[in-house]
């Protein structure tokens, strides 16, 4: 079974200043991670993904997300956090393989940035 | 930018009743996929859907629900015999053909079962 630990409920950030979202997983075999961010009343949306290649990848609104496989980790940072940045942040694993899978998802971490 | 969408935004309903939630998936995806929120929780996967047969459900998924594409173009969740605890939003999301991989999901249906 695949599983996703998001340990932090909460982030707190001045704006300006770096932003990190954790997040661990565990899946049988090679993961496909994502990181989707939910603003209220809002649906999920899709923030970047890693399928395979390079250990970080760079994804929407200047958002980036490194994988550490001896870590299973997928954490998601972002240099310099604006206040329109704060939101719902969630990972996600899908097993290896085709598409179509489903998605396990994170508890989710709240963003707040602050002026 | 295409992007899915979802009707009614939001649902109320009394127990025991039937609710059908409708999507419309973007146009040239070829999975697709119902999950939902129960408030303050994770966002859980419900089912999966592809070539007009469900791929995957998950033990949520008993036989008070129900999935379809009447059309080629909408893709519904019909809950037969609502419960308080189904109340919760309900996502839809599709995925492209080849090797895309992240799914899309519309804005959701909040579902209120009193």
């Known amino acids: 079974a695949q599983s996703v630990a998001q340990p932090e409920d909460q982030v707190n950030v001045a704006e300006g200043n770096p932003l990190t979202v954790k997040c661990t997983y565990s899946?049988?075999?090679?993961?496909?991670l994502f990181w989707y961010v939910q603003y209220p009343n809002r649906g999920l949306q899709f923030l970047l993904k890693?399928?395979?290649?390079?250990?970080l990848v760079k994804g929407s609104y200047g958002f980036e997300a490194e994988f550490n496989k001896s870590q299973t980790s997928f954490h998601l940072k972002k240099p310099s956090a604006l206040v329109s940045d704060s939101a719902l942040y969630f990972c996600?694993?899908?097993?290896?393989?085709?598409?179509?899978?489903?998605?396990?998802f994170g508890g989710g971490t709240r963003v707040l940035v602050k002026p | 930018e295409p992007e899915v969408t979802q009707t009614p935004s939001h649902q109320v309903t009394q127990m025991g009743q039937e609710v059908i939630l409708r999507c419309v998936p973007i146009s040239n995806h070829l999975y697709f996929y119902w999950y939902r929120q129960i408030l303050g929780q994770k966002v859980e996967f419900l089912v999966s859907f592809y070539n007009n047969e469900i791929s995957e459900k998950s033990e949520i998924f008993d036989d008070q629900f129900s999935v379809e594409r009447p059309d080629g173009s909408n893709f519904t969740l019909k809950i037969r015999s609502t419960k308080l605890e189904d109340s919760a939003m309900y996502f839809c999301?599709?995925?492209?053909?080849?090797?895309?991989?992240?799914?899309?999901f519309g804005p959701g249906t909040r579902l209120t079962v009193t």
């Open positions: 999301a599709s995925t492209p053909a080849g090797a895309s991989y992240e799914q899309y």
């Open positions: 899946v049988s075999g090679n993961p496909y």
């Open positions: 996600a694993v899908s097993p290896w393989g085709a598409a179509g899978n489903k998605l396990t």
């Open positions: 890693y399928i395979t290649g390079d250990n």
